[in-house]
């Protein structure tokens, strides 16, 4: 439960680190753990738990979400930080299952909490306001989905090698929304036909391999931010597109769930605002105390990401109890926020230092397996891994309630299967070939 000091991160961290990925990762992170705590709203009426966000009764909210949605910059950074682990000829499912085990490690206990906690509190509260918090639970999980299922084709976007083929990938996917969204918007029943359009996070995972290989320099990344920036403020002033960037109840066509072509293009923007500010972020990122913080919360960022959710509705839940509801035209609504984002900071603090290990620490019976060996048993570790992405994303429409505990249910399975099917990480080296490949991981 103790960090490291300042000179030992600095003594600890190879001289050629690429300091802006770190920085833009944790800034993200805590962009949207503040921006979930300032937002969220609460009250119980007539036992019914109302959870609310500020966004749907100010348009300058909506508007700060072009600043604030900043999910982009995960996969991105997430990318570039995995691309070059990859080896061409190599073991998908191996690769992905090393990836994944540290993804996964504190969802597990993440889980264990959740099912303990609503178990207590299912014979306490009113059904409706029980199941909104049963809902509101997992959704955040939705990114680790969507991360696992970008991160699943990397082996693809690691082809990535020219501006050319940058530009080639980056059109194809922007294309491909737009048509989902054309057809979704003029043919009836094809709603559900907008999921396809998940495909949206490969496009920061393009420009994360992309800054990897410095395919594009700061003034070009530069002006492609501006363009694209342009583009995005025309789709919403003359397309069907809505200004909040953020899901809000009300949306005629919502931007987040399911990606819409608005948020292909500010994913497309912020990737390329990142690469123009990354030297400067790196030059930032020199300072030791900067670097220090940046190090210790890169640590624990699933913690940070994952137990701020419990920290925040619980809280919420405690203060609605006590009458004390933070809500639009509720009483002291300014001090109340003030009261609520401190103790929601406070919790989450404890929660960072006390939980932080289980991120770090080998999960037994979760960790020590890799699939090294190409072949069909590599294959399906990589296959249950996606299944495992797809149910969580699946999950976040209910949470753990109804059909959710089913896809709950699959997305264990699938992180089980992947692991049962995995050799022991001894017996995976003993029995791989040792390559050139191989021999430089």
């Known amino acids: ?247 809000i109840e009300g949306q005629r066509l919502a931007n987040m769930t399911p990606p819409s072509l608005l948020l292909a293009g500010h994913a497309i923007m912020m990737c390329a605002f990142a690469i123009a500010a990354a030297p400067a972020i790196n030059r930032w990122a020199q300072r030791p105390r900067v670097w220090w913080l940046t190090a210790i919360g890169n640590s624990g960022a699933m913690t940070l990401y994952l137990w701020h959710m419990p920290a925040l509705l619980l809280t919420h839940l405690a203060f609605c109890y006590l009458g004390l509801y933070r809500y639009p035209g509720e009483p002291n609504f300014l001090w109340l926020s003030v009261i609520q984002l401190a103790v929601v900071v406070a919790v989450l603090a404890v929660l960072f230092v006390a939980l932080r290990p289980l991120e770090n620490n080998p999960l037994p019976g979760w960790d020590g397996a890799a699939a090294l060996v190409p072949g069909a048993r590599s294959a399906a570790v990589g296959i249950l891994l996606c299944l495992a992405g797809a149910a969580t994303l699946a999950a976040v429409k209910w949470g753990l309630k109804d059909d959710g505990i089913a896809c709950v249910a699959v997305l264990l399975a699938g992180l089980i299967g992947a692991r049962l099917l995995s050799y022991p990480a001894a017996a995976a080296d003993a029995a791989e070939p040792v390559h050139a490949s191989t021999a430089r991981r």
């Open 1 to 247: 439960m103790s960090f490291p000091t300042p000179a030992e991160v600095a003594a600890q961290t190879p001289a050629d680190r690429d300091r802006a990925i770190d920085v833009i990762r944790i800034c993200a992170l805590i962009g949207v753990v503040v921006g979930h705590t300032v937002m969220a709203t609460s009250m119980i009426r007539d036992e019914v738990f109302l959870w609310g966000n500020l966004l749907t009764t100010s348009v300058v909210f909506q508007a700060l979400t072009w600043v604030l949605q900043i999910m982009p910059l995960f996969f991105f950074a997430g990318a570039a930080a995995s691309v070059t682990s990859w080896r061409p000829g190599g073991s998908w499912g191996g690769w992905l299952m090393r990836r994944c085990t540290r993804l996964f490690r504190p969802v597990f206990y993440y889980l264990a909490f959740w099912a303990v906690t609503l178990a207590a509190l299912h014979p306490l509260l009113p059904i409706h306001v029980y199941e909104p918090i049963a809902g509101i639970s997992v959704q955040l999980l939705w990114f680790l989905g969507a991360y696992v299922l970008m991160l699943a084709a990397i082996p693809l976007l690691y082809r990535i090698d020219s501006a050319g083929r940058l530009a080639t990938g980056v059109i194809a996917v922007y294309l491909f929304v737009l048509a989902i969204d054309v057809v979704r918007l003029h043919v009836p029943g094809t709603a559900l036909l907008g999921y396809l359009n998940m495909t949206v996070w490969l496009i920061p995972g393009l420009f994360g391999v992309a800054y990897r290989r410095s395919l594009l320099d700061a003034r070009r990344a530069l002006r492609v931010g501006i363009a694209m920036f342009g583009i995005n403020l025309a789709l919403l002033a003359f397309g069907p597109y809505e200004l909040s960037l953020v899901g």
